[in-house]
């Protein structure tokens, strides 16, 4: 006897034909958000021939490999739409979307923005100052001064840890501290400050205008950053004396900014994609300087510059000149003062540990290669 089936009831095989159906729908169809693409104008504020602007290349390739065309970053050299020095202030108005520079350049704002480009030389490197921004408390500090201080549009990351800069390139070699007395020297931020205290005639310019300014006798030294940027600028067309090490800029890192407004519209998971491709070319960019500094510097040596350890007098002399503008700008400025009240606890804290588990590293490397 056959059991009648319900008026309306499904057969079994219209519910598998169904079921299976759906199930290559859902392969077929996966629940992915298919959002436009968002492009940005990201401007550097270095030339277009600069590794920097290759660095700040880079970071782009990240995001724009990592958000799967959903958001993409158009890169700019200095100058395609604003002046490098201007780079802040069009992301800040939108008429930029982003950029990559540093904190330095944005010292004539407030100095205590400098702290998170040219900080004091209390021992520590731009790997330790990147371990207090994100560790320490540097970037509440840095959030403060950007929105609470300035009430700037934006949102900032710091990336890629600078080696120690050196001191620069020199019409003739400086032996004294009495040698920068007097000097016609380029360089930013707090430096320019370091400089001045002690005697010299700082003169501000971006990285595109310093050899034109050095072969015209507008300055008698200048520095940059490093071999690779130094050489690829032109620098040793325009002098031969290349001084190495030097306490104006030994813990720095880039700056990449955002405007405001365009990063909080970015879904959640872009916000993560722009952070972490920060963190992650923070890394490639210091692996890639170790590589190309070291040999730019060897091709620097065989064209015929001379490379100049710089002399301890001058060593000891500026940090004398560091105690004293320190002083002067934590009176003047609250905030500079509590900024680097924070840096000191840190690095006390820090290099107490460091200084102690660390063997001397030169003095495996002066057994090993007679160097």
């Known amino acids: 006897m056959t059991k009648s089936r319900p008026t309306g009831a499904p057969s079994r095989r219209k519910f598998l034909t169904a079921a299976a159906a759906g199930g290559a729908a859902t ?32 970071f782009a390739t990240r995001i724009n490999t990592m958000a799967g065309g959903r958001l993409k970053l158009d890169v700019l050299a200095a100058g395609s739409v604003v002046p490098a020095f201007q780079m802040q202030d069009a992301v800040n108005a939108g008429i930029l979307d982003g950029g990559h520079g540093v904190c330095a350049y944005w010292y004539g704002k407030n100095k205590a ?14 790997n330790n100052f990147l371990a207090w921004m994100n560790y320490g408390g540097g970037y509440e500090l840095y959030n403060e001064l ?28 400086l032996k004294t501290a009495d040698d920068i007395r007097g000097l ?22 971006a990285g595109g205008e310093i050899v034109p300014a050095l072969e015209r006798g507008v300055i008698d030294g200048a520095e940059f950053n490093n071999p690779s940027s130094d050489s690829l600028l032109g620098f040793q067309d325009v002098s031969k004396v290349y001084m190495l090490q030097s306490w104006h800029q030994s813990a720095e890192a880039f700056e990449l900014i955002f405007n405001k407004g365009k990063f909080d519209a970015l879904p959640a998971e872009l916000k993560a994609i722009v952070k972490y491709a920060a963190e992650s070319a923070s890394s490639d960019m210091l692996w890639k300087a170790t590589d190309r500094y070291s040999k730019d510097l060897e091709a620097l040596r065989a064209k015929g510059v001379n490379i100049i350890t710089t002399p301890d007098a001058i060593l000891d002399a500026q940090l004398g ?16 003062k509590k900024v680097i009240e924070s840096q000191k606890a840190w690095v006390k804290r820090t290099l107490t540990y460091e200084t102690a588990n660390s063997p001397p590293f030169n003095k495996a490397f002066r057994h090993f290669f007679k160097a």
């Not at 629940?31 to 880079?58: L, R, Y």
């Not at 016609?184 to 310019?205: F, Q, S």
Request: glycine residues 8%; contains cysteine.
């Open 321 to 336: 000149a560091w105690e004293r503008v320190i002083d002067k700008l934590s009176a003047e400025n609250a905030f500079f």
């Open 113 to 126: 923005f400098s702290l998170f480009g040219t900080p004091p030389a209390f021992g520590w490197d731009a």
């Open 27 to 58: 392969i077929a169809m996966p629940n992915v958000s298919h959002a436009q693409t968002v492009t940005w104008k990201f401007q550097s504020t270095w030339p277009t021939k600069d590794i920097f602007h290759e660095f700040a290349g880079d």
């Open 184 to 205: 016609k020297y380029r360089t930013v931020g707090l430096a320019a400050d370091l400089k001045r205290e002690m005697g010299a005639a700082v003169t501000i310019l």
């Open 146 to 173: 950007v929105s609470q201080v300035l009430r700037l549009n934006l949102v900032g990351f710091l990336s890629g840890p600078m080696p120690c800069q050196p001191l620069g390139w020199f019409k003739k070699e």
